[in-house]
């Protein structure tokens, strides 16, 4: 069984529903790193290779302990699906500098909050809705298989608000911005394509692409500040939310902003690159296009 099968699954995804959430949080964990790691061998060994790119402080033992806790967390946060409601809660949830955190979410304008796939990414989407009064909208990349992606999407919905994908989500997003009062925006913006990842940068003269790209021109026109963050896993199922101040598109040029988002999630993919999902879904080694 891979990790994404739990998804699929129906009995699955209700046994993990019916057990306690750090139960099935561990459950998930140990199918991943046990099973689905075995039948995965190429995206272990891609994995591999970037990891000794993005760390090479680190000896070879340490990399593979990395990679057995980065297939553990990945089966956590499928395995956390079923259970998102359980965990958005100060039981489970610590937030770095937490009052200066809700000043900032208290702001009057309408706010694109950016992050990556680290950690549970699903949970951090959650948290922010239960925790603040703006419309959400959440933009995601869905998986290639069908069941998966319906199943992703009525999990999702249910957290995020309306959740639509990138393509051609444009207008909709404009309009979210700009008709509803202090709306806010979630978006993934390490999006995997080609077998290669185009942001974090990681040293490479990389333009803003995909998401990242609509992000910038829309928050011109919409009057909307950014705000990088990002939740990672402490221990088992219980997660800490690290957050950069807001960046003002009105104060700061382009550059200066993905300057300052690619410093701070290209910093924590690397430093909790065993929760980084894209490691094994690029290949750092060839050039970019």
């Known amino acids: 069984m891979t990790a994404g099968a739990m998804l699929s699954n129906p009995f699955l995804f209700t046994l993990l529903r019916i ?26 060994q891609r994995a591999r290779a970037n990891l000794a790119i993005l760390r090479p402080d680190l000896d070879e033992g340490a990399r593979e302990a990395m990679l ?3 297939w553990f967390n990945l089966g956590r946060t499928m395995a956390e699906l079923a ?31 950016l992050t990556v796939h680290v950690g549970n990414w699903d949970v951090l989407a959650a948290h922010l809705k239960a925790n603040t009064d703006r419309p959400p909208l959440g933009v995601y990349q869905p998986p290639a298989d069908p069941k998966q ?23 909709a997003i404009l309009r979210h911005l700009s008709d509803k009062d202090r709306a806010m925006l979630y978006i993934l913006v ?29 928050a011109r026109k919409a009057g909307a500040r950014f705000l990088p963050f990002c939740m990672v896993r402490t221990e088992g199922a219980n997660f800490r939310i690290d957050w950069h101040p807001p960046l003002d ?33 690029m290949d750092l080694t060839a050039p970019t296009a």
Not at 151 to 171: K, P, V
């Open 19 to 44: 057990l306690p959430a750090s139960i099935a949080s561990w459950l998930g964990g140990w199918l991943s790193a046990n099973i689905a790691r075995k039948s995965m061998k190429l995206r272990d």
């Open 68 to 70: 057995t806790r980065r």
């Open 83 to 113: 259970n998102v409601d359980r965990l958005v809660s100060a039981r489970h949830v610590s937030i770095t500098d937490e009052a200066a955190y809700r000043e900032a979410l208290g702001s009057a304008r309408p706010m694109i909050f």
């Open 149 to 171: 992606a319906a199943m992703l999407q009525r999990a999702r919905q249910s957290y995020m608000g309306e959740a639509i994908t990138g393509s051609a989500a444009a207008r």
């Open 190 to 218: 390490d999006e995997r394509r080609e077998r290669q990842v185009w942001f974090p940068r990681f040293g490479r003269d990389l333009p803003p692409s995909g998401n990242l790209s609509v992000a910038l021109r829309l």
């Open 249 to 281: 598109p009105i104060a700061l040029t382009d550059d200066q902003i993905m300057a300052q988002v690619d410093a701070f999630l290209g910093k924590a993919c690397v430093d909790h690159a065993d929760q980084w999902l894209a490691l094994h879904d």
